[in-house]
């Protein structure tokens, strides 16, 4: 990791791409799979969830092609198969057969994907205010993905995501609002999932029948004033995955893991370490 910028951690080729990842602790991997906000990161999503991870668990935190400090090539396609496929090789690069998945909505919707079509990749599964089913696009979500620069607009966003209004400091606005006008990345972001948008939250979609039939143990956490991600994905997501279990937690928005980071760590620790 970058002393000077935390976000910046190891860089690994993945087909071509140069990805940027943090991966901290040792003993059974654990891939942390961010949101699709502007100027968001593997550290800015997971920065309080990996020092809680890193004594049990290797703890590793990629930023997706397409977002953070890993490289947009020019004319790559962002398709939930090729993000699939950047998932695949990041995880071949680092030896890494198997992993426990920890999705944040947008990472969530990737995660579900990936346990659905390459079942044997996922150990356990962590859905966090995930997308990955079809649904109304929120305002909330619009705004996000519709997102251009400017301090006030960041502000908005953070006020979205937040329920604890307390939380939407000067730093970590201008933090992510820098983050969101480096060179390049506006231009790469705006292709990402331009309008009309309904038509991204389809194509994130998993089939129902494929859920239906994953065989993995699933923990699905969602904050009940999720102006992002509606509440409703997660509880179909829970009617739909045989061996899943729910927590809601009330008076918290799209941002559980930094709204309630405690109990969120003591939640994911206690079902990573579970026997099967």
């Known amino acids: 990791m970058d002393s000077a910028n935390p976000e910046l951690g190891n860089s690994l080729d993945v087909e071509g791409i140069r990805a940027n990842y943090l991966d901290t602790g040792e003993g059974p991997p654990v891939i942390l799979v961010h949101g699709s906000g502007p100027g968001v990161t593997g550290y800015a999503n997971w920065r309080l969830l990996l020092p809680r991870l890193a004594p049990a668990f290797r703890a590793v935190a990629p930023d997706i092609v397409?977002?953070?400090?890993?490289?947009?090539?020019?004319?790559?396609?962002?398709?939930?198969?090729?993000?699939?496929?950047f998932l695949c090789g990041f995880m071949d690069g680092l030896g890494i057969r198997q992993a426990h998945f920890v999705g944040n909505s947008f990472g969530g919707a990737l995660s579900l994907a990936l346990a659905a079509r390459h079942p044997a990749r996922v150990a356990k599964l962590v859905l966090m205010g995930a997308a990955g089913l079809?649904?109304?696009?929120?305002?909330?979500?619009?705004?996000?993905?519709?997102?251009q620069p400017s301090p006030e607009a960041m502000r908005g966003l953070m006020q979205q995501f937040a329920f604890n209004q307390s939380l939407v400091s000067d730093a970590i606005v201008e933090s992510r609002y820098q983050a969101s006008i480096r060179p390049g990345y506006q231009e790469s972001y705006a292709q990402l999932f331009p309008a009309p948008r309904e038509r991204h939250i389809k194509r994130l979609a998993t089939p129902e029948a494929a859920v239906k039939a994953l065989p993995h143990e699933t923990l699905i956490i969602h904050g009940r004033e999720d102006a992002i991600v509606p509440l409703e994905c997660s509880l179909r997501l829970h009617q739909l995955i045989p061996r899943s279990e729910l927590h809601v937690f009330g008076q918290c928005g799209h941002w559980t893991q930094v709204e309630k980071h405690e109990q969120f760590a003591a939640l994911v620790l206690d079902f990573l370490g579970r026997s099967a």
């Not at 305002?139 to 996000?144: C, E, K, R, S, T």
């Open 134 to 147: 079809e649904f109304p696009l929120t305002p909330g979500l619009d705004a996000v993905w519709g997102y």
């Open 66 to 85: 397409g977002f953070g400090y890993t490289d947009r090539p020019p004319g790559f396609e962002y398709t939930l198969e090729n993000w699939l496929t």
